[in-house]
């Protein structure tokens, strides 16, 4: 018995599979020849394979091991600040690297059998004693990177791979830059002044807002160091700029207009809510000591002029922060009217009233050394925790959402955690991020999926209770039982902690901080498929909140004011109701969704519309923005219903036409340089994309098969190259990255750890993701996924395509999508995708019934040279084609049933093959007359042959007689199957005749 096995150990970047499974077959070989009766006259050669092989898996273990943990040190000794820090462990590394290099490597290339390698080279002490070494090390590397992140806890957030990075370029705090928006809620770039030292004296957010910073911040040194610096620096600085604002605002509150022009989003948001409850509370105690409810209703008056006059500059041409800080505002002035409005209602005259003390209410209070804004909701008491959160949009407060927010500040202050639950498009996550933002701090979201384990879940913990962060858990339940367990106990030793007011805490083993601020929050979608169900002892810890029905109708209001349009109620429920009866009356599709992210959708599209198109009314407004993001999506049968509905909201009112000339121009020129058919339906799916593609960041292509979907997207990109080289700047070029996620596994689609190396492996998505967000030119990027779209690889990425427009990976990386990054779906039917993904997209249905197959016949016909042909092949059309195609459909049965279009192809594919073939074209080319009979017969052939031939037995009998019927002139014996044109005669000829004489069928 002889094992020829040859270990391919060089290069050693994955493990061989090809030894691991000789090794496993030939183990099962020996103990089946062990089991045998015949074996004692081999017995000690038999023993000899035995150790000889075990020898070899020992050996193959051995080496795999130190090669992952080999590969993984590696990496981080190269890092200037890791030698420094760990010049002991960096020469142990470089005498382990000498005698795996020199001494095993070598040695292995010399000869790479693998029975000598095991047997003779007695590498297996030298590979075990380098295991110590390496485990040794390796324990140092990670109390070593504990150490860092013990300085600056939110290192826990990101991969050690990036870690690894960031300690690098430890001297280059520049290049930091690209990873401070994976560490702060905000903060994409510190504005830099090179000196002697390297200074950062101000903070720039993603919406591009910048502040100062309170004092100067040097970039010298350890990075954790002055990250950390720049966290304490960061709060220093909100608090001076709220406190500021806050003054400023006193001094102009007549003058709100002016006064919210000179201070940061953030601290106009909460000032003006400290401003409010200030008032609120004066007239509380005014009307409880007159006992009367008209300071109430004063307040009341005020806050509707407070309102107006923000609303009048939300009209007006303000550039995008100030947009944003004026919409900010607004929503919260909203939601102060309208608790106002409930208190005078139910004649709430006491602070101490349950309808005063369910509100979160803010305050400004001084203490002995210190000022501070406090956050109270019912018996509960928070400190505003002043992270920069930049000029980011904020919820609509519902009366669903003050609900869940008395849920939420209830379960922090009993050291729970918080538990929302309810249907995909309820605002579960927003609303947790947005309380979040009430608070001022950091709100990390995770998107759950099977591939967490308890690991990577530790990490995150840890770092809530060092950073005191808030961790927000969506899909919770998508996580694995066996690791929930695990999980619950992680969460439990925290929540004890900040139960018995600890600041330090022993957590998996280690003792580390605790800031009291952390909380942890999950989200869940129960009954949806793929989900488990939490263990007792881990429901215990949460609070739960259910979100099942939105205030659609208060929601819309809020948004629609907010946007500068007026009479929003009447508006709202206008929107209310067209998405309530089109779902009602529409069809059942599973691409549709009329659901409260729809609904969000439509309203900021509208608010961007009326920006755009001033001369126009509300109603015009509101009836275009509702069309142009419904339409896209309807059938053919559904759409004159849904104009009907309509009609019905907006009598009178016809709809305002938008200009597109620039991109029709572009797509019509495209179309003629692909030799496209120029038709209404291609031009309108291509406008439909451009502009969902605009009000949404994904977008899904849905048609069946040849319904123009691959054409419609690249048209897109084909005209808005073309208007970019013409020099019109609000269109940019387009970039595609093709991807088929059911080609790949998940691991290979998002990435996963190599269990021989140890290291991470990056995905395509991620790798490509990695590559567009880091690229900032204006260039337009689509990521393209072509394939059936189900939840076994898309649910991954639900925080990728919601607002929160976050990729997260199993290593703990989290790629934050840029603003010219579009994710593009193509497939034919959203059946195995659960509204989850379907609310969370633009759709653009293709629909097959209004193209067909006519535009491609045009486009074929139009290749022909000769206009006699042309004539001759469209006669041909009329005559057979469509008469074939109805009575197939009607009359026979498919054995395999072919799409209508792809019988088509086949048929102008099998015509121009014969006709090239029997030299026909090369007479037509010589000026010779071909008869129309000739073309006949050879059409008639290529539709016997196309679409007549997937029909079963039964229909091919049917089919003849179609064919005899309709052209005369087959022979009568067999069926029209079996004949053949005979170019020289112009007749019908059998089969027969085309084979040799004498020829025999060969049965074998």
């Known amino acids: 018995m002889v094992l020829t096995v040859l270990l391919a150990f060089c290069p050693m970047h994955r493990a061989p599979d090809e030894v691991i499974q000789y090794v496993e077959e030939h183990t099962a070989q020996i103990s089946t020849i062990k089991g045998t009766r015949h074996v004692k006259p081999f017995q000690n050669e038999v023993d000899y394979w035995e150790k000889s092989i075990a020898q070899i898996s020992e050996l193959c273990d051995g080496l795999f091991n130190v090669q992952r943990q080999w590969l993984y040190m590696e990496g981080i000794f190269t890092s200037d600040d890791v030698q420094r820090q760990l010049s002991r462990e960096t020469t142990e590394f470089k005498y382990i690297n000498m005698i795996w290099q020199d001494e095993i490597i070598a040695k292995i290339r010399e000869n790479s059998n693998a029975l000598y390698v095991a047997t003779k080279l007695n590498l297996f002490d030298k590979i ?11 324990k140092k590397m990670e109390d070593y990177l504990e150490t860092k992140r013990a300085i600056f806890p939110r290192f826990y957030f990101i991969s050690n791979e990036e870690l690894v990075e960031i300690l690098s370029l430890s001297r280059q705090p520049d290049l930091i830059q690209i990873h401070l928006k994976k560490l702060f809620d905000n903060i994409k770039y510190l504005r830099l002044v090179i000196k002697k030292t390297i200074l950062a ?170 000022e501070d804004c406090i956050i109270r909701q019912t018996i509960t008491r928070f400190t505003y925790n002043y992270e920069y959160l930049g000029c980011t949009s904020r919820l609509v407060i519902s009366p669903l959402t003050d609900r869940c927010y008395i ?45 967490l384990d308890y690991k990577s879940m530790g990490k995150m913990f840890s770092g809530f209770a060092q950073s005191g962060t808030w961790g927000c858990f969506d899909e919770f339940n998508r996580i694995n039982v066996e690791v929930l367990s695990v999980v619950a106990q992680q969460i439990h030793s925290i929540l004890t902690a900040l139960s018995l007011k600890q600041k330090r805490f022993v957590f998996e083993g280690k003792e580390i901080s605790l800031l009291p601020q952390v909380g942890i929050f999950i ?96 109603n015009e407004v509101l009836l275009l923005s509702m069309l142009d993001m419904n339409a896209p999506k309807m059938t053919a049968q559904d759409l004159p219903l849904f104009k009907n509905i309509l ?37 309108e799916k291509v406008i439909q994309l451009y502009e969902t593609h605009h009000s949404r960041h994904s977008v899904m292509l849905v048609g069946k098969t040849l319904s123009g979907k691959t054409t419609t997207w690249k048209l897109f990109k084909y005209a808005l190259i ?15 990255y093709l991807i088929n996620p059911k080609a790949v596994s998940l691991g290979e689609l998002y990435g996963q750890f190599n269990l021989a190396t140890n290291e991470w492996n990056d995905g395509i998505l991620s790798m490509i993701m990695r590559q567009v967000c880091a690229d900032e030119k204006p260039d337009e990027k689509l990521i393209l996924f072509d394939s059936p779209v189900d939840t076994s ?38 059946s195995t ?158 089969w027969e005749e085309q084979l040799k004489e004498g020829w025999i069928y060969n049965s074998e």
């Open 201 to 370: 004296n101000g903070i720039q957010s993603n919406e591009d807002e910048q502040i100062n910073l309170i004092s100067t911040l040097s970039l010298e040194g350890n990075v954790e160091n002055w990250l950390k610096d720049l966290e304490i620096k960061m709060q220093i600085t909100v608090r001076e700029y709220l406190k500021n604002s806050l003054s400023a605002l006193k001094l102009q509150l007549k003058k709100r207009d002016k006064w919210i022009k000179d201070w940061p989003s953030q601290c106009c948001v909460t000032a003006s809510e400290i401003e409010w409850t200030s008032a609120t509370t004066k007239a509380l105690l005014t009307c409880q000591a007159d006992g009367s409810l008209k300071p109430l209703k004063k307040l009341f008056r005020t806050q509707i002029k407070i309102l107006d006059r923000y609303s009048n500059m939300s009209r007006l041409s303000l550039d995008k922060i100030l947009r944003l800080r004026v919409i900010g505002v607004i929503t919260k002035e909203v939601h102060g009217r309208d608790i106002i409005e409930r208190l005078i209602k139910t004649q709430t005259m006491d602070i101490q009233s349950f309808e005063w003390q369910m509100q979160l209410r803010f305050y400004w209070e001084r203490h002995e050394h210190n």
């Open 722 to 736: 073309t208007l970019n080289k013409q020099g019109f700047s609000e269109y940019n070029k387009v970039m595609e």
């Open 793 to 830: 690889w898309i649910e991954s990425m639900n925080s990728l395509m919601d607002d929160n427009k976050l990729l997260t990976l199993a290593n703990g990386e989290r790629i934050s999508m840029s603003s010219q990054v579009t994710l593009l779906f193509e497939t034919e039917d959203l």
């Open 833 to 990: 995708a659960s509204p989850a993904t379907v609310s969370r997209a633009g759709i653009v249905y293709c629909d097959y019934e209004k193209l067909r197959w006519k535009p491609y016949l045009d486009s074929w016909l139009k290749q022909k040279t000769s206009q006699d042909l042309q004539t001759e092949i469209f006669n041909c059309v009329t005559k057979y084609l469509e008469p074939v195609m109805k009575y197939k459909h009607m009359h026979c049965k498919e054995l395999v049933p072919i799409h209508e279009l792809n019988g088509i192809v086949s048929l102008t594919k099998l015509f121009d093959t014969f006709w090239y073939l029997n030299e026909i074209q090369t007479q037509l080319n010589e000026n010779e007359t071909i008869s129309g009979r000739l073309i006949e017969m050879w059409f008639v052939f290529c539709l016997i042959w196309s679409i007549a031939a997937s029909v079963n037995d039964e229909g091919r009998k049917k089919i003849d007689i179609f064919f005899r019927e309709t052209e005369g002139t087959f022979p009568n014996k067999d069926t029209v199957f079996e004949f053949y044109v005979d170019t020289n005669n112009q007749t019908w000829i059998h």
């Open 523 to 618: 989200t869940m979608n129960p009954g949806y498929a793929g989900r488990t169900e939490l263990p007792d002892n881990l429901k215990s810890m949460f609070r739960p909140v259910s979100m099942i029905v939105p205030d659609s109708i208060y929601i819309a209001e809020n948004f629609l004011f907010s946007e500068g349009f007026q009479n929003t109620r009447n508006l709202a429920r206008k929107v209310y109701t067209l998405y309530q009866l089109s779902t009602q009356q529409l069809s059942k599709q599973d691409h549709y969704d009329f659901g409260l992210r729809s609904l969000t959708a439509v309203l900021r599209y509208a608010g961007e519309k009326k920006r755009i198109n001033l001369k126009m009314t509300d």
């Open 647 to 683: 009609e019905d909201l907006f009598p009178g009112i016809d709809i305002p036409k938008i200009d597109y000339s620039k991109l029709i121009e572009a797509i019509e020129y495209e179309m003629n340089v692909h030799h496209l058919q120029i038709t209404p339906t291609s031009i």
């Open 407 to 451: 849920t939420l500040t209830t379960a922090l202050h009993l050291f729970r955690g918080g538990s929302s639950n309810g249907p995909a498009g309820t605002g579960k996550t927003e609303t947790i991020k947005d309380l979040g933002k009430n608070f001022a701090i950091y709100v990390v979201v995770q998107n759950c999926s099977e591939s």
């Open 128 to 138: 075990q004693s380098l295991l110590k070494y390496l485990e040794n090390i390796q």
